[in-house]
Each structure stands twice: as structure tokens, then as C-alpha cells.
């Protein structure tokens, strides 16, 4: 298969995949200050939930680097933490990665052995991640029939741009193209369009069936394409299986429901947040109203006008068929207090 690794660290620096100038460029950056990391992250040149849990450690590490020698390096590294808490509100991932590091640091008995535990959080996490991709591939493709043709649908970019293995929802894709003839139709996932730049990139890349639709086609593809499934990732799913996901992916789910097609949230378990009951608790990041009025550098609407840029919304648990992890694939009614998870 066809994977990319959007950030590697090093010894004193991190590179990453800018995701920003993809498709027309293959951009890596070699980030070497904590500030550019926080920035990335900000900017979306790394984005994705999974990858955000790496890229929030990558940061801590590079802070620690820069900060290892003084003598107020705990104060230091805690307001490192919650720069990073500040930088995106929605991805679980995130959160859990820098309440890791925060148990590192005040667990550690100086700045090296902090450090160590860093760059260790940092291995197990991607080892982590990169299994759990291929876990999540095998348990959603046992969901499907063998030997059929299938039409899946898609939102926003959860391939090994977002993860550091074969994806999540496109993980499902991956596996199920391994022995099905498999047709994509991928929603181009306005504002910042990760689906038709990041998605229809890799599934070129990797030589699997897919079509671009706009946003506003999917109940006409649903209606005419016969859709077996609509499968996408979530940034933060509660313990009653409600869903956070890219703007976008609610409609995708009411359509579904109503043309009957099983809408699969898919997703490692590092992205539950069992400490929230439901989704009315999840904080949804809004982000610059430019990134609505404007496509690329382009101008799209007049200037001055009043404009709303939820970057997420929340699935109900009742519209969600499944929830496709790395631990199984969880069926209604959805108790994910009950489980064990990581971080
Ligand atoms: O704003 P983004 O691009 O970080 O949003 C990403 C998504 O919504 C993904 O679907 C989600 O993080 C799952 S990635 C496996």
C-alpha cells in the first residue's frame, strides 16, 4: 500500500508534510522551534486527529530540547502544554497526547529523564497509531459482503495524511480494494477542501477507483449510486457514541439515514473521550471567517459580510450504524465508558 509519513521526528527536529500546498506541491518542512510546530498545527500543514496526538508530543519534545538546561524547565514545559491545548479544540487526540506528557514531566525526577519519557511517548504513540490503522482496515472490511462491488462514500481526508498508517476510514477503503472492486465518490470537503485536494491525492496515489463530488451533490449520489456505505473518521466520539467530526459530515449522516445507506464512524480508540457523556459537551473550533469567503487566494464574497466557520459538527449516536475501531467495531446503543482506553 501506498503510505506516506506526514511527520518524522529527529534528533533536534521534526519534519513534516505541508499539507497546505497539496496537492500542487510535495512540501517538508523542517521545523526546529516549538512555536513553528504550534503554528503547523494551527495552519493545518499537520491536521487530522490521530496525527495531531504526534504532532502535539513532537512539539513537547522540541519545547523540551530548546528548554532542557533551565532551571524552570517543569514551569516552562506546563505552559508549552497548554499553548499546544490552545492551538485546536475539537481532536481528543490532542488533549490526551500533552496529558501524557504533562504525567511525564511532573512524574520525572529531572529535564533528561522528562525528556526521555517524551521521545518514548512519542514511539509508543506512533507504533500505536500505525497498528491501529491496520486493525481498524480489517475489522470495517469484515463488515462487507465478499466478492461485491462496492460504492463508498467519504468526507474530508482520514488517509496516512492523517495518521501515520494506512488511515482510518480509508484504511477501511484500502483493505476492502485489496479483494473488492471498490468506486469512491469523496465529498470535496469545503472550506479548505481536504477531500478533493488530500483524499483524491491519495487515492490517485494508490491506484483505487474515486470520484470528486462537491459537497452539495451527496443526496443525488446517494439517490442514483446505489451508496453501500458512507465511512469517515471523527476528531472526538463520547461515551454514548455521539460524533465529532469535519463540517459536513452530519448532512452525510441524515442523508444516509434517509436513503438507508449505513453511515460508519471509524476511528482508533485513542480518539474516545469517555470522560464527555455526549456530544453537546464538545467544543467546536471555529476558525477564520476568510477561509469561507475566500477559496485558495481567490475572493468569493463581497467584503464585509457577516460569515460562520464551524470547522466541525457533531453525528447523533442514533444516525451512526457503527463505530469501526481498532478494538472492535461497536454497535448501538453505544457505552464507551465502559471501556479501556488509551491515554
Ligand atoms: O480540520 P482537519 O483537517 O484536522 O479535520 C480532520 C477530520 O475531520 C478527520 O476526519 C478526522 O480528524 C479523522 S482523521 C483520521
Same mark, same amino acid.
Given at each position: ?7 518524522q521526528?529527529?534528533? $533536534?527536529?521534526?519534519?513534516i508534510?505541508?499539507q497546505?500546498?497539496l496537492?500542487r ?9 516549538y ?8 495552519m ?18 522540541l ?21 499546544? $491545548? ?9 488533549f ?25 511517548l ?13 486493525r ?22 482520514t488517509?496516512?495524511?492523517?495518521t501515520?498508517g ?8 484500502r483493505t ?8 469512491v ?7 479548505l ?12 496515489k ?7 463530488i ?8 446517494? *439517490? ?5 456505505a ?33 453511515f ?8 474516545? $473521550?469517555?470522560?464527555?457523556?455526549s ?7 471555529e ?10 487566494n ?19 449516536a ?7 475501531t $481498532? ?5 448501538p446503543?453505544?457505552?464507551?465508558? *465502559? ?5
Amino acid at each position: 500500500m501506498n503510505i506516506i509519513r506526514p511527520i518524522q521526528l529527529f534528533e $533536534d527536529t521534526v519534519t513534516i508534510l505541508d499539507q497546505t500546498r497539496l496537492p500542487r506541491e510535495e512540501v517538508w518542512l523542517e521545523l526546529v522551534d516549538y512555536r513553528q510546530m504550534i503554528e503547523a498545527i494551527k495552519m493545518l500543514r499537520v491536521r487530522g486527529a490521530p496525527l495531531l496526538g504526534l504532532a502535539a508530543v513532537a512539539t513537547v519534545i522540541l519545547a523540551a530540547i530548546k528548554y532542557i538546561s533551565d532551571d524552570d524547565f517543569v514551569k516552562k514545559m506546563d505552559a508549552v502544554c497548554w499553548e499546544i $491545548d490552545a492551538s485546536r479544540p475539537t481532536a481528543v487526540n490532542l488533549f490526551k497526547a500533552t496529558s501524557q506528557a504533562r504525567k511525564i514531566l511532573h512524574g520525572s525526577i529531572n529535564s533528561r529523564e522528562a525528556m526521555e519519557g517524551f521521545r518514548k511517548l512519542y514511539t509508543s504513540l506512533y507504533e500505536y497509531e500505525e497498528t491501529a490503522c491496520q486493525r481498524i482496515g480489517i475489522n470495517g472490511a469484515g463488515l462487507f459482503p465478499q466478492s461485491k462491488k462496492l460504492n463508498l462514500m467519504t468526507i474530508c481526508n482520514t488517509g496516512s495524511l492523517a495518521t501515520v498508517g494506512i488511515g482510518t476510514a480509508l484504511g477501511v477503503i484500502r483493505t476492502l480494494h485489496q479483494d473488492h472492486e471498490v468506486q469512491v465518490f469523496v465529498t470535496e470537503t469545503r472550506p479548505l477542501l481536504q477531500g478533493s485536494r488530500l483524499t483524491m491525492w491519495e487515492l490517485q496515489k494508490s491506484g483505487i477507483p474515486a470520484t470528486l463530488i462537491t459537497d452539495n451533490m451527496a443526496g443525488w449520489v446517494m *439517490k442514483t449510486n446505489t451508496i453501500d456505505a458512507v465511512l469517515t473518521g471523527a476528531d472526538r466520539i463520547t461515551a454514548n457514541g455521539d460524533s465529532a467530526n469535519k463540517i459536513g459530515t452530519l448532512n452525510l449522516a441524515i442523508l444516509a439515514k434517509y436513503y438507508n445507506i449505513p453511515f460508519y464512524m471509524v476511528a482508533p480508540v485513542t480518539t474516545i $473521550d469517555s470522560s464527555l457523556k455526549s456530544g453537546s459537551e464538545i467544543l467546536i473550533e471555529e476558525r477564520d471567517p476568510g477561509e469561507v469567503s475566500s477559496i485558495g487566494n481567490q475572493v468569493i464574497a463581497p467584503e464585509g459580510i457577516e460569515v460562520f466557520n464551524p470547522a466541525f459538527d457533531i453525528t447523533p449516536a442514533s444516525l451512526i450504524e457503527g463505530i469501526i475501531t $481498532d478494538k472492535g467495531v461497536f454497535k448501538p446503543p453505544y457505552q464507551l465508558d *465502559k471501556f479501556v482506553l488509551w491515554g
